[in-house]
């Protein structure tokens, strides 16, 4: 219980408390984007170095070098390995050969039930995802949800395409494709929407992503006013 008679004292515990809350405000977020990206190297690490041979492994290099007494830290090789290897794939997709060669695989997966389903799943995701002319995910909305007076954020995605795109056509003239995330953003919804009932607004993706992870405690800074 603090002691009425000693203001001096409760001034100071109060003092203590403020710089401590604004000491955790500034390290918790290096501390934790710090923690985040050190195990993300260290998860793809561990994937990537067991299917390196053993000749070439970052210690064994190392150790032919500097001898075997010599250690140094070696994380992130993985991560290295995996952009090179990458642009290298990438590189070679581009060819008559490499193309040729993705067909072939993607035949042969198309002959496997369980696999095929994957594959195209996500193939379709990454080639939204990635693809310089049709963007995903540019505009922030509003949109009534769960149900009529309850406004969620949402994501507008690309518009309908194929057979959904007839059988919406016949509900109304113009719908939209909406992601609403869910708070913390490990899951979410795909909604249709008519377009003229959702709310463009002029938030950005980034900041209406961390509004939503945040549970709504974290709002996008007001934009400068131009001089």
């Known amino acids: 219980m603090t002691d009425p008679h000693n203001p001096h004292r409760r001034g100071f515990l109060g003092s203590l408390r403020a710089s401590f809350l604004t000491g955790l405000v500034v390290v918790l977020p290096v501390g934790l984007t710090i923690y985040i990206v050190w195990a993300f190297i260290g998860w793809l690490d561990g994937w990537i170095l067991p299917l390196i041979p053993a000749y070439w492994q970052p210690d064994a290099v190392i150790g032919r070098w500097f001898g075997p007494e010599y250690e140094f830290p070696v994380r992130g090789v993985g991560v290295l390995v995996f952009l090179i290897v990458t642009i290298i ?40 995802f990635f693809n310089k002319k049709d963007k995903s995910f540019d505009k922030v909305v509003l949109v009534e949800f769960p149900r009529a007076g309850s406004w969620a954020l949402g994501f507008m995605s690309t518009r309908p395409k194929g057979e959904l795109a007839e059988r919406l056509a016949a509900i109304g003239p113009d719908m939209s494709a909406v992601f609403v995330g869910l708070t913390p953003f490990t899951s979410g919804m795909l909604l249709f929407v008519p377009t003229k009932d959702l709310i463009v607004m002029d938030m950005g993706v980034d900041d209406a992503a961390k509004l939503i992870v945040s549970g709504g405690l974290v709002y996008p800074m007001p934009k400068e006013p131009l001089v």
Request: avoid cysteine.
């Open 89 to 128: 794939i990438g590189w070679l997709a581009k060819g008559i050969i490499g193309r040729s060669v993705i067909r072939s695989g993607e035949n042969l997966v198309e002959r496997m039930p369980v696999v095929r389903s994957v594959y195209s799943g996500i193939k379709q995701v990454a080639e939204t």
